[in-house]
């Protein structure tokens, strides 16, 4: 069994920054690709920003050049980065990662989400 747990969501204001942190555990044979995806009321659920096993990256253009992901394998933890937010963010994040389990099966396993809210 595999467990995503976040942290590090909450209420700051525009203009601030924010980082979120989302650590894997359980049955873990590789970490591959891992992510941050984000929904806010009433909308679909986006991909925010994503990395590979070997450090590849890819964002959404509407936080480019604002918000870094990277990760630790050693910790099997990705982060986000988030700065110069706006209320444009404001949404629940959720981690998501593709992990190869024991039984060399791979899946996509989602967390609980974490709720950012940038007030303005």
């Not at 873990?28 to 990256?57: C, D, H």
């Not at 990705?78 to 593709?98: I, K």
Request: proline letters at 2%; one cysteine or more; a positive charge.
């Amino acid at each position: 069994q595999v467990h995503l747990v976040e942290s590090g969501g909450g209420l700051v204001q525009a203009g601030g920054s924010l980082r979120l942190s989302c650590a894997a555990s359980g049955s873990i044979f590789r970490l591959n690709a891992m992510g941050w995806y984000r929904q806010a009321p009433g909308k679909q659920r986006e991909l925010v920003a994503a990395i590979t096993s070997g450090g590849s990256t890819n964002y959404a253009d509407s936080v480019k050049g604002r918000f870094t992901v990277s990760r630790d394998n050693a910790k099997n933890t990705v982060y986000l980065q988030m700065n110069s937010l706006t209320p444009e963010d404001t949404a629940a994040y959720y981690c998501n990662a593709d992990i190869t389990t024991y039984d060399l099966f791979s899946r996509i396993y989602w967390g609980q989400g974490t709720q950012v809210t940038v007030t303005s």
